[in-house]
C-alpha cells in the first residue's frame, strides 16, 4: 500500500490540478502491481513548488546552482527496501517538483498532465533507489518510468 502527502507552496499549481492530493492517488492506483507494495506500507511526501525554492535546494544538496523538473530526497536505499517486514510502515522520502520549470518549458508533444505524471513517476523511481548515472541504470529507469507510464496516462483523465 502507497500513501501519499501533497503539500504546495505555490498557488499557481491550484490552476492546473483542482485536488492534487487525489490527483496523485489516482496515479498510484494505476500503477502496475509490481510497484503498489501491496505487502508493505509505503510512504512519502510530494512539494509542489516553484523553481526558486527548487534552484535553491539544488544548489544546498547537488551544488548545482540552477532549478530543475524534480528533485527527490530518498530515506532509503533501494536493496532496503526489500528488507521491511509487511507491517513495518516505510517513509521512503520526499519530492520536489517545480511548477515553472515544468508547465514553462515545452517538451516535445506531451501535454501538461503527461508531463506531470512523467515528472512524477521519474520522481517515484528515484525514491526507490533508482537512477540514470551510469547508461545501463539509465535504460533500466528510462524502460520502467515507460511501463508505468504507459499503465497509468490513458487512465487519468481529470487534471
Same mark, same amino acid.
Given at each position: 500500500?502507497? $500513501?501519499?502527502?501533497?503539500?504546495?507552496?505555490?498557488?499557481?499549481?491550484?490552476?492546473?490540478?483542482?485536488?492534487? /492530493?487525489?490527483?496523485?492517488?489516482?496515479?498510484?492506483?494505476?500503477?502496475?502491481?509490481?510497484?503498489?507494495?501491496?505487502?508493505?506500507?509505503?510512504?512519502?511526501?510530494?512539494?509542489?513548488?516553484?523553481? $526558486?525554492?527548487?534552484?535553491?535546494?539544488?544548489?544546498?544538496?547537488?551544488?548545482?546552482?540552477?532549478?530543475?523538473?524534480?528533485?527527490?530526497?530518498?530515506?532509503?536505499?533501494?536493496?532496503?527496501?526489500?528488507?521491511?517486514?509487511?507491517?513495518?510502515?516505510?517513509?521512503?522520502?520526499?519530492?520536489?517538483?517545480?511548477? /515553472?520549470?515544468?508547465?514553462?518549458?515545452?517538451? *516535445?508533444?506531451?501535454?501538461?498532465? /503527461?508531463?506531470?505524471?512523467?515528472?512524477?513517476?521519474?520522481?517515484?523511481?528515484?525514491?526507490?533507489?533508482?537512477?540514470?548515472?551510469? $547508461?545501463?541504470?539509465?535504460?533500466?529507469?528510462?524502460?520502467?518510468?515507460?511501463?508505468?507510464? *504507459?499503465?497509468? *496516462?490513458?487512465?487519468?483523465? /481529470?487534471?
Amino acid at each position: 500500500m502507497i $500513501n501519499v502527502e501533497v503539500v504546495q507552496d505555490n498557488n499557481l499549481w491550484r490552476k492546473k490540478i483542482k485536488k492534487p /492530493e487525489i490527483f496523485f492517488k489516482k496515479i498510484i492506483s494505476f500503477f502496475p502491481k509490481s510497484f503498489k507494495f501491496k505487502k508493505k506500507k509505503i510512504s512519502f511526501t510530494i512539494l509542489l513548488s516553484k523553481n $526558486n525554492f527548487i534552484k535553491k535546494l539544488n544548489y544546498q544538496f547537488r551544488k548545482k546552482n540552477k532549478p530543475t523538473n524534480v528533485l527527490t530526497f530518498p530515506n532509503y536505499k533501494k536493496k532496503d527496501l526489500k528488507k521491511f517486514s509487511k507491517k513495518k510502515k516505510i517513509y521512503v522520502g520526499d519530492i520536489v517538483i517545480s511548477y /515553472e520549470y515544468i508547465f514553462k518549458k515545452k517538451y *516535445n508533444s506531451f501535454n501538461n498532465k /503527461e508531463i506531470l505524471i512523467k515528472t512524477f513517476i521519474h520522481g517515484f523511481l528515484h525514491l526507490l533507489g533508482f537512477n540514470h548515472k551510469k $547508461n545501463k541504470d539509465f535504460k533500466i529507469m528510462t524502460y520502467k518510468e515507460i511501463k508505468i507510464f *504507459n499503465s497509468v *496516462n490513458s487512465k487519468i483523465d /481529470e487534471f
